[in-house]
């Protein structure tokens, strides 16, 4: 997987944000963000990355989070550099992890006006099975957003408050 330095800016698609519909899977919104993006999260198993402790109310907000958003999925799966190699049809955790080594997509979590943060779907594994700490601003905004509170209010499926008037709604049956 690619690897990006936390706190930079998110570039590794310029299409805009995708926002799958997890309820159905077949509904996306896609938009061009007005927000600044920072890369949260991206790690490699060539670079240095922040080993911590983190609040537990920290890792149920993110779960939370990783539970209703899936952003960019089209993008494809990203898998655990820092797992040993893995059987990539199995989603399951491997054995003493508790979320699997395979992800599909990102998150948004929105922290100042105007600035996101941009994380892999992975980094829930990131956090609860290699011990990532991520940056502080990062985890103060994960436990000031509650999913399920932001919702669109043309698109209650998204759960992320900053969607334009212009997104663009595609649905495929
Ligand atoms: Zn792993």
Redesign the pocket.
């Known amino acids: 997987m690619t690897f990006y330095e936390d706190m930079s800016p998110y570039s590794y698609w310029d299409g805009g944000d995708c926002f799958t519909d997890r309820t159905t899977g077949y509904r996306f919104l896609t938009f061009e963000p007005a927000y600044e993006r920072l890369n949260v999260g991206w790690l490699s198993d060539d670079q240095a990355w922040t080993g911590g402790a983190v609040p537990k109310a920290f890792v149920e907000s993110l779960t939370a989070v990783l539970d209703v958003q899936a952003v960019n999925v089209m993008l494809g799966l990203h898998e ?1 550099e ?2 040993p190699p893995l059987d990539m049809s199995s989603y399951e955790p491997l054995p003493g ?1 508790q979320r699997s ?1 395979v992800g599909t997509g990102e998150i948004r979590i929105p922290s100042r006006p105007g600035i996101a943060f941009a994380a892999p779907a992975l980094i829930g ?2 956090v609860v ?2 011990g990532y700490r991520p940056p502080a601003p990062f985890i103060d905004a994960v436990l000031a957003f509650d999913p399920m509170h932001f919702s669109s209010a043309r698109y209650p499926w998204v759960h992320f408050p900053w969607v334009p008037e212009d997104a663009v709604l595609e649905e495929v049956q």
């Open positions: 655990c820092l797992c992890r080594s594994h990131y099975d290699h």
